[in-house]
């Protein structure tokens, strides 16, 4: 969730409501994020200087905290690239060799594939 908060600030400021919706919307069903969560993480990110916040009474309705990524947001969500590249190839690997044993005729008993019955 840290990761997509940061990356969603770096292309624009915005306001926690808006982020929750970004972010589940781009989210698959089965992750998607709870707005408390999310509110306790951006006062976390804020704390540690990733976010910075300030109030907004621009438009209508009641006063909004616009979170903004700082440069030491920007240097973590670098790494947070870095990390998600290195756990993509990993899952890449794991379903390029989960596909191949789908496809491998059993020889042995032990290696029954109970995926083909």
């Known amino acids: 969730m840290a990761s997509f908060a940061l990356l969603l600030c770096a292309e624009e400021p915005t306001h926690g409501l808006a982020l929750h919706r970004s972010i589940n919307k781009l989210l698959p069903e089965g992750l998607k994020v709870d707005a408390g969560n999310l509110y306790r993480l951006l ?20 006063a909004r905290r616009v979170y903004q990524i700082t440069p030491v947001g ?3 969500l670098a790494d947070w690239h870095e990390d998600i590249a290195r ?8 379903i ?18 109970p995926l083909n019955e």
Not at 45 to 60: I, K, N, Q
Not at 98 to 108: E, F, G, Q, S, V
């Open 74 to 76: 920007l240097d973590e």
């Open 96 to 113: 390029e060799r989960y596909d191949a044993l789908r496809c491998r005729p059993a020889t042995h008993e032990h290696l029954r594939n």
């Open 87 to 94: 756990r993509r190839q990993a899952f890449d690997l794991f």
């Open 43 to 62: 006062r976390e990110m804020e704390a540690r200087g990733t976010l910075r916040s300030e109030w907004s009474t621009v438009g209508s309705g009641a």
